[in-house]
């Protein structure tokens, strides 16, 4: 039987969780001194209601190994034989080397086993490798192999698109996730910046003037991305405004044809830490894998708008 787990940065909800048998280890929050293990000690509601009043940003710590090779522990007691652990990107986290540590440490400790343990390095932060995981819960209800799953993972990783924007860019300050000098020019033009993931770290790829505009950027995106033949679900993310991820899914139904599963999830403590209230993110697989970045974007609605100008006006 095929076992699959993770760390707690995937921030699937509890129901997916349960649904497909997936494992997570949890990484740990410190805020004013006091260290919370993520979805055991302190719940996302909880983390963002505590936030804004702290006197000193929290931080983050990844899982132990010792949280990982729990979970192999317990998935070979009960019948697994073969592990599959996706995590969120090494070149964000430490949580994918430590979850290698615990395989190595597994077969230390059991040199004659004969289970198989593979961990992916999902390049992917929060439902992104979420994304992963769920994809890989299904092919297994299909009847994938273990190597399939692992083939299709690390195949296609890098085509997980990720969007995210924030409301508030003190937290990305603070973290040191966006540079003091965008920071200014966004506040002084009230732009929001969207981000997505680069060669496995997050990068500003594009800045919307408002919330409006926000949703348009990403249905235009994923029109002009989606893959058909893999995205058979998407996942909304948000950090404390429900609504906004409601609007998005909304749009979603009323401006394109996908007919797949929509999922709306909160995104958790880790990624909460860096992108703060008000955030809101989209998932899914995209064809190829696109250049992407502010230059490109900019340079491609630049000529967007210059194709509408002579279409309207060239003929009159």
């Known amino acids: 039987m095929i076992k699959i787990m993770a760390d707690s940065t995937c921030d699937l909800s509890d129901d997916i969780l349960e ?40 931080t983050t710590g990844m899982p132990s190994p010792a949280s990982y090779l729990d979970i192999m522990k317990e998935a070979v007691t009960t019948g697994h034989d073969e592990i599959l652990c996706i995590c969120m990107s090494s070149g964000t986290s430490g949580a994918y080397q430590s979850a ?49 799953l692992i083939d299709f993972n690390e195949t296609y990783k890098i085509n997980v698109k990720h969007f995210l924007t924030v409301d508030d860019l003190n937290h990305l300050i603070r973290s040191g996730r966006l540079s003091g000098a965008s920071a200014i020019i966004g506040k002084m033009l009230k732009l929001k910046p969207i981000m997505s993931m680069k060669e496995g ?31 058979d679900f998407i996942i909304i993310g948000y950090t404390t405004d429900k609504s906004y991820a409601d609007n998005l899914k909304s749009k979603f139904l009323e401006e394109t044809s996908f007919k797949g599963d929509i999922y709306m999830m909160q995104m958790g403590v880790a990624v909460g830490t860096h992108v703060g209230p ?39």
Request: net charge neutral; proline share 3%.
């Open 19 to 58: 649904q497909y048998d997936i494992s997570i280890a949890p990484l740990t929050v410190t805020m004013d001194g006091k260290t919370y293990l993520d979805r055991v000690d302190i719940t996302a509601d909880e983390f963002y209601s505590m936030m804004e009043n702290l006197e000193n940003p929290p």
């Open 100 to 148: 290698v540590l615990a395989k190595d440490y597994f077969y230390e400790e059991f040199p004659d086993s004969k289970v198989k343990i593979h961990v992916v390095d999902s390049k992917s932060m929060s439902h992104g490798s979420g994304w992963l995981l769920m994809k890989s819960a299904r092919l297994r209800e299909k009847g994938a192999s273990f190597q399939e």
């Open 201 to 231: 770290k997050g990068s500003i790829v594009a800045k919307e003037r408002g919330r409006r505009k926000v949703l348009a950027h990403y249905i235009n995106e994923f029109k002009k991305r989606n893959d058909e033949a893999l995205t």
């Open 278 to 316: 008000g955030g809101l993110s989209l998932f899914f697989m995209e064809t190829g894998h696109h250049k992407d970045n502010l230059l490109i974007n900019e340079v491609e609605a630049l000529m967007e708008r210059k194709n509408q100008f002579l279409k309207k006006f060239s003929n009159k």
